[in-house]
């Protein structure tokens, strides 16, 4: 069952603040987030294992609540290359396979 | 450099062809997946594959196949295409990460796509 993202898109300036939503039915083991640019490959963000574990790279960082079943991917101070299409991808159980969201579609303009 | 190929970028067939989309990866990844993508509907996983001649059906299987004979390879067969197929179709590969419950994802490293076009 696919994850909810929320929200499906959003316009920012450059420097502004985003936060990508991603919600679950389903007991999580890891969420993965990925950023797909226009015409390219889905590029890997960050994965997160545990309950209540955050992780971050330079600006872009995200949270794992494994209580409510939910995580949620913050961008800070956005650049024009934040661009592009995130999508969060769940992990129930072993052998089972990721099953991805229907994205979100980040646009940072000058 | 890590590296998924995926034979074609675009592809015209006409309805009732049999389609073979190949992938291949060179990092030696036990699992292996192809998903498809159209617009508002995100990444859709077809098959997937956690280890040499293995594969496991996706959410979305119907009239598709796969072929895992050596562990690099990963093809997607549509054994007569049809308008609808029309799509992006991604292949991934990742590492099998052992646990208590068995093997989990690790990081997924995606092919170019292939735009297939059915007419």
């Known amino acids: 069952q696919q994850p909810v993202q929320s929200p499906q898109a959003v316009i920012l300036r450059e420097g502004e603040d985003a936060v990508i939503n991603c919600s679950s039915s389903?007991?999580?083991?890891?969420v993965h987030w990925y950023r797909q640019k226009h015409g390219e490959a889905p590029i890997f963000l960050m994965i997160l294992l545990k309950g209540g574990e955050q992780k971050g790279h330079d600006k872009i960082s995200a949270s794992f609540n494994e209580k409510k079943q939910q995580s949620s991917l913050y961008l800070t101070a956005s650049q024009l290359s934040y661009s592009g299409t995130y999508f969060c991808g769940t992990g129930n159980s072993g052998n089972t396979p990721l099953v991805f969201g229907k994205g979100t579609r980040l646009s940072v303009i000058a | 450099d890590v590296k998924v190929t995926q034979s074609s970028r675009y592809l015209v067939k006409r309805t009732g062809e049999k389609v073979f989309l190949e992938c291949v990866q060179d990092m030696d990844h036990e699992n292996m997946f192809w998903y498809r993508q159209d617009p508002g509907l995100g990444l859709r996983l077809i098959y997937f594959?956690?280890?040499?001649?293995?594969?496991e059906k996706g959410d979305i299987p119907e009239g598709y196949s796969v072929s895992r004979e050596k562990k690099e390879r990963f093809s997607l067969i549509l054994e007569s295409a049809s308008t609808n197929q029309t799509s992006m179709y991604l292949c991934?590969?990742?590492?099998?990460?052992?646990?208590?419950?068995?093997?989990?994802?690790?990081?997924?490293?995606f092919g170019q796509g292939t735009r297939l076009t059915v007419v």
């Open positions: 991934a590969s990742s590492l099998c990460r052992k646990g208590g419950q068995g093997c989990f994802d690790t990081e997924a490293f």
């Open positions: 389903k007991a999580l083991y890891s």
């Open positions: 594959s956690y280890d040499v001649k293995m594969k």
